[in-house]
């Protein structure tokens, strides 16, 4: 389970405030994936970092009882000055997983050949990529975080092979998808959020999220 409880949060821009959460109380149980629709800027990322425990609400409670994912295709937790080995070495070990395992299947995963033993920092964006989403595939959790869909590499091959593993996975997870296209949620969620003006507004079915959505963003 993972629940918001009278959450707040915004950001001081310099001009004004910015709200993106205005005391949201919701709850995501295992086996019912919800979907976040909201215009861009409007706070998906901040929203999903919170769910992740990557950025603390201002007010108001986030409640964890279950392995909740890093949101896919989030870059940071990799130290650019170690190698590829000593960084997913290093995640097991904190996840209390056997390192030998997670080392062999991230290096099958993401194919970085020689460059697994050399520093991340050398790596091109797409080899970070890889190393990143191959880790989260060799990790397993109970909801998964997506920000805005499936992530994908410029790696044809890569995408096909980690996009089939993670789809698989994902069938008898639980996900919390945000995006701001009700077709990105409906391969995933049943029930459906709408995101405005800091306000969370909680439906049963996506049918009815999309109704009030598409009323709101198309006049
Ligand atoms: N640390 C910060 N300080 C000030 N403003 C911030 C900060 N982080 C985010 N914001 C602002 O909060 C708003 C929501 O940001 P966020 O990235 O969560 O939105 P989003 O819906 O994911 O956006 P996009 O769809 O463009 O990726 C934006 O206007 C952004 O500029």
Redo the contacts with the bound molecule.
């Keep these: 389970m993972l629940e918001f409880e009278n959450v707040s949060k915004s ?3 310099g001009a004004q405030r ?1 709200v ?1 959460l205005d005391r949201a109380s919701f709850r995501v149980e295992l086996g019912n994936s919800l979907g976040i629709l ?10 999903v970092n919170m769910m992740a425990g990557l950025e603390k609400p201002d007010e108001g409670a986030i409640r964890r009882n279950c392995r909740i994912s890093f949101p896919l295709g989030f870059m940071g937790g990799v130290v650019n000055r170690h190698t590829a080995r000593e960084n997913v070495r290093y995640i097991a070990r904190l996840y209390g997983l056997d390192p030998d395992y997670i080392e062999a299947f991230c290096r099958w995963i993401c194919n970085l050949e020689e460059y697994f033993d050399m520093p991340v920092g050398t790596f091109s964006q797409g080899m970070r990529a890889r190393l990143n989403f191959s880790l989260l595939l060799a990790l397993d959790f109970d909801i998964y975080l997506i ?2 869909g499936m992530p994908s590499t410029t790696d044809v091959a890569f995408n096909k092979r980690a996009g089939q593993i993670l789809r698989e996975r994902l069938k008898d997870r639980t996900i919390v998808v ?1 995006s ?1 296209k009700a077709q990105t949620l409906e391969k995933f969620c049943r029930t459906a959020a709408v995101l405005r003006d800091g306000r969370l507004h909680m439906f049963d079915t996506l049918e009815e999220a999309k109704a009030l959505y598409d009323y709101q963003t198309q006049g």
Excluded: L, R
């Excluded at 909201?38 to 929203?47: E, L, Q, R, S, Y």
């Design positions: 950001f001081w821009t910015k993106i909201a215009p861009n800027g409007t706070g998906k990322t901040t929203i920000d805005e945000v701001h």
